[in-house]
């Protein structure tokens, strides 16, 4: 029996949406396999190289392409690795094109619970540490009328949550006529689905959340009270140094008046450590953002140099130095969450059910279901515990 394709998806919820819409490209496609690559750290890289590694070892006969953003950050070193037989342009990989595949879509795989949905992509800014708009190129929106048709088909498969990404998600719209806001988009999203459970926003960049966003944010059930910033860091002079657009002022006051009208906002944030230049005091600034934006979701990523962006050029710190202070960030943010979580037990809550036999609260505190709650369904628990971090 032929075997299928496969696509291996690394990195950011975009990446999520993308592979899914390749799936959907290569089902007709016998014996091949995709590595939709991630290139925001050097650890993302050695991620790519490894899941290739793997894939060549389980599918020693199929068709091995890689593509993604460390497809054109790492082109020569992957492209050089035995176990790849080619690369595909990160810019072309949802164009059937360039897999030689019929223009006509597959069926798409059904997806019980949620449906990630890219509706920008690409990076206009220069953030002296990232490397994703090399691997990415300029900012572009997805149209209005195109991601009302992505979600119409999503929900005609029984999706009950929605969850809008992007590299730079709350720069949707400038390229479009008459550069409508991100709010404008959901606006739309929200009207036009009258009957969508949930909609979920990715990260965000909180210097360019518009008034129209920020009232949905603040007064709409169906848009999670769930904000996650692309924050990178406490300390203003470290936010400088990166090139970031906004200072520790601007996210606390942000999150101030959001939670004055939606008291139980969730905020998660990205958080780097041991960017080049960081002192001790910055990097307590860092651990006291946590406390002070009360953040319960955190990815934190040791700074890691990447070839060709201003930061690798700068005075770095010592390897071990950037780990421990990973490590106290990382416990800063597990400290703020589990005091968070003790605050939702013996409350119901309406818990969207994935496969596995957990499912996820508005503001996505995970829960252990009930024995036989389908897939896709939202049901009311009430936790008793927290165990290792999840609600039971």
């Not at 080619?86 to 595949?101: E, F, H, I, Q, Y």
């Not at 979600?151 to 400038?174: F, H, M, N, Y």
Request: glycine share 8%; with cysteine; aromatic share 4%.
């Amino acid at each position: 029996m032929t075997a299928r394709a496969e696509v291996i998806s690394l990195g950011c919820r975009l990446n999520l949406a993308e592979s899914a819409q390749m799936r959907e490209l290569l089902a007709g496609e016998p014996d091949i396999v995709v590595v939709n690559s991630c290139a925001v750290t050097a650890e993302a890289v050695r991620q790519t190289r490894q899941a290739i590694r793997r894939a060549r070892r389980s599918r020693p006969n199929a068709r091995l392409l890689v593509t993604g953003c460390a497809a054109e950050t790492e082109r020569e070193t992957l492209a050089a690795m035995p176990e790849v037989d080619g690369l595909v342009a990160n810019a072309d990989k949802l164009d059937p094109r360039a897999w030689n595949v019929p223009a006509a879509a597959y069926p798409a795989p059904r997806q019980h619970t949620r449906a990630f949905v890219g509706v920008q992509n690409g990076c206009d800014h220069a953030c002296t540490f990232c490397v994703i708009p090399q691997g990415r190129g300029a900012s572009r929106s997805r149209p209005i009328a195109e991601v009302l048709g992505a979600i119409a088909r999503d929900l005609e498969q029984g999706v009950a949550e929605v969850v809008l990404t992007g590299v730079d998600l709350t720069s949707w719209g400038q390229d479009l006529p008459d550069a409508p806001k991100l709010g404008h988009l959901v606006e739309a999203i929200l009207g036009a689905f009258p009957a969508l459970p949930r909609l979920r926003l990715s990260s965000v960049d909180g210097i360019e959340v518009d008034p129209l966003l920020f009232d949905l944010l603040a007064c709409e059930e169906r848009l999670m009270p769930h904000l996650h910033l692309s924050l990178q860091h406490g300390a203003d002079l470290i936010l400088k140094r990166m090139k970031r657009r906004h200072l520790r002022a601007d996210a606390l006051d942000l999150v101030r008046r959001l939670r004055a009208a939606r008291p139980e906002l969730a905020v998660g944030a990205d958080l780097i450590a041991g960017f080049p230049t960081e002192t001790a005091d910055h990097h307590r600034a860092n651990l006291s953002i946590i406390r002070e934006l009360d953040i319960v979701h955190g990815h934190v990523f040791p700074y890691s140099p990447r070839g060709g962006t201003p930061a690798a050029r700068m005075p770095q710190l010592d390897h071990t130095l950037i780990r421990d202070r990973a490590a106290e960030l990382r416990q800063a943010v597990a400290n703020q969450r589990d005091r968070w979580l003790g605050t939702l037990v013996g409350k119901p809550h309406p818990v969207l059910a994935e496969k596995d036999g957990t499912g996820y609260t508005p503001h996505y505190a995970r829960v252990v279901l009930p024995t036989g709650t389908a897939a896709g369904t939202i049901v009311t628990v009430t936790p008793g515990q927290v165990q290792q971090g999840i609600l039971g």
